[in-house]
């Protein structure tokens, strides 16, 4: 069955430092999510993205986020200026249709 | 904007037995999906089960299935015979339905399911 995968599992950065966190979404699908979950706490939206733009946006993503699909496969979330309540477990997810896939998550720790 | 409830912070089920997970939700919208996502202490989100607003029919997937009642907003989950590896965190979602674009989905803030021997 196919998967989308992130990378990399967890990332510890220290604050103020700029991160990236990659996703490669399922090939044929055609839009593409962003989600985070602080510990203990429920997964919110934080941005959509489709024909290589943004489609919509929480105001989580402020202007320190930003996402990219640089080469048609990987889709990335940047972070510059990682604050400590940044630190959370973030997913990314493909879509076709109904069908939401999740990735397995990259738990970031902002130190 | 819509809502999604859970207000079962947590539950607790012997192995074998059956559960009810409780979820109210608030749109106005006519179409809609409703999910069940399970995370297990991997934090994985993995989908149990769907019901599309449309359909009258309760969705069943195996040992899991839902009462939908649309007019009161209410998805609960049921899960028979219940399994030690069930236990895990649930969340109730919310997604509009197909209006060209895929939606985003609204969590419930999640009951944490445990199973007892």
């Known amino acids: 069955e196919p998967e989308v995968t992130q990378t990399p599992s967890h990332q510890v950065t220290q604050m103020g430092q700029e991160v990236i966190l990659r996703c490669v979404p399922i090939s044929n699908h055609l839009y593409f999510y962003w989600y985070r979950q602080i510990l203990g706490q429920k997964v919110e939206f934080l941005v959509s993205f489709y024909n290589n733009e943004i489609s919509e946006k929480s105001e989580i993503f402020d202007d320190r986020f930003s996402v990219e699909r640089p080469d048609g496969s990987n889709f990335t979330l940047k972070i510059r200026s990682t604050k400590l309540e940044d630190s959370a477990m973030y997913f990314c997810?493909?879509?076709?249709?109904?069908?939401?896939?999740f990735g397995s998550g990259t738990r970031l720790t902002v130190v | 904007a819509q809502t999604v409830t859970q207000s079962q912070p947590e539950m607790s089920v012997q192995e074998a037995e059956t559960v009810t997970l409780s979820c109210t939700y608030d749109?106005?919208?006519?179409?809609?999906?409703l999910f069940w996502y399970k995370q297990p202490p991997s934090r994985q989100m993995i989908l149990v089960i769907r019901?599309?607003?449309?359909?009258?029919q309760n969705a069943t997937e195996n040992r899991f299935s839902v009462n939908f009642q649309k007019a009161a907003k209410s998805f609960s989950l049921k899960i028979s015979d219940s399994q030690l590896g069930d236990a895990a965190m649930y969340f109730c979602?919310?997604?509009?339905?197909?209006?060209?674009?895929?939606?985003?989905?609204?969590f419930g803030t999640g009951t944490r399911l445990q199973v007892t021997l």
């Open positions: 019901q599309e607003a449309y359909k009258q």
């Open positions: 979602a919310y997604r509009r339905g197909n209006t060209g674009t895929a939606s985003k989905l609204t």
């Open positions: 997810a493909s879509v076709r249709g109904y069908g939401y896939t």
């Open positions: 749109t106005s919208e006519s179409d809609y999906y």
